[in-house]
T-cell receptor, first 114, second 115 residues
Framework: AQTVTQSQPEMSVQEAETVTLSCTYDTSESNYYLFWYKQPPSRQMILVIRQEAYKQQNATENRFSVNFQKAAKSFSLKISDSQLGDTAMYFCAFCMNRDDKIIFGKGTRLHILP | DAGVIQSPRHEVTEMGQEVTLRCKPISGHNSLFWYRQTMMRGLELLIYFNNNVPIDDSGMPEDRFSAKMPNASFSTLKIQPSEPRDSAVYFC?????????????FGEGSRLTVL
């Protein structure tokens, strides 16, 4: 069975700093997708970034980028120039290529401090 | 376009009562998911449907939980009888299968409190 582990339950950084959230996963599949979702206090789940496992190039979306290490089964999220609006719970998620069942980690609560 | 619509947003009920949560997925999406979020267990996948057919219900905790999708635009999650440990936020999400790795679109969630 696939599992997703986020080892940092909570983090705090100062505004404008760079922060990295960790995620590891376990699977025997070779083709899959990885995601980071953001859940602000409003409770709405928002897709931040997506990575296809067959792509070696790390995905980037503006201030958000990932470090995908397939051999190590690691998928960290880097937020550059953090902003107060980045305060949220961040979930790492995994989906096999052969279906669309998405499994989530338990989340990292990120606080951006003014 | 309207997003995924869930109702009710909040529900407070007493132990033993039946609870029905409702979801309207995004038009054109053919996969629908029910998740439960708690502090202790995070986001758990309860069940998902593709083309209105349940594909995987291995996350449904016990027989007190049931889910249906009678048509492409409506799904329900029912708990009968409810227990205090069912208190959680229940999310419905939809996506378009055929684009593996496609984005999940979530509703705003239904917060259930069982007293």
């Amino acid at each position: 069975a696939q599992t997703v582990t986020q080892s940092q339950p909570e983090m705090s950084v100062q505004e404008a700093e760079t922060v990295t959230l960790s995620c590891t996963y376990d699977t025997s599949e070779s083709n899959y997708y990885l995601f980071w979702y953001k859940q602000p206090p409003s409770r709405q789940m928002i897709l931040v970034i997506r990575q296809e496992a067959y792509k070696q190039q790390n995905a980037t979306e503006n201030r958000f980028s990932v470090n995908f290490q397939k051999a190590a089964k690691s998928f960290s999220l880097k937020i550059s120039d953090s902003q107060l609006g980045d305060t949220a719970m961040y979930f790492c998620a995994f989906c096999m290529n052969r279906d669309d069942k998405i499994i989530f980690g338990k989340g990292t609560r990120l606080h951006i401090l003014p | 376009d309207a997003g995924v619509i869930q109702s009710p947003r909040h529900e407070v009920t007493e132990m033993g009562q039946e609870v029905t949560l409702r979801c309207k997925p995004i038009s054109g999406h053919n996969s629908l998911f029910w998740y439960r979020q708690t502090m202790m267990r995070g986001l758990e996948l309860l069940i998902y449907f593709n083309n209105n057919v349940p594909i995987d219900d291995s996350g449904m905790p016990e027989d007190r939980f049931s889910a249906k999708m009678p048509n492409a635009s409506f799904s329900t999650l029912k708990i009968q009888p409810s227990e205090p440990r069912d208190s959680a936020v229940y999310f419905c999400a939809s996506s378009f299968r055929g684009q593996f790795g496609g984005e999940l679109f979530f509703g705003e969630g239904s917060r259930l409190t069982v007293l």
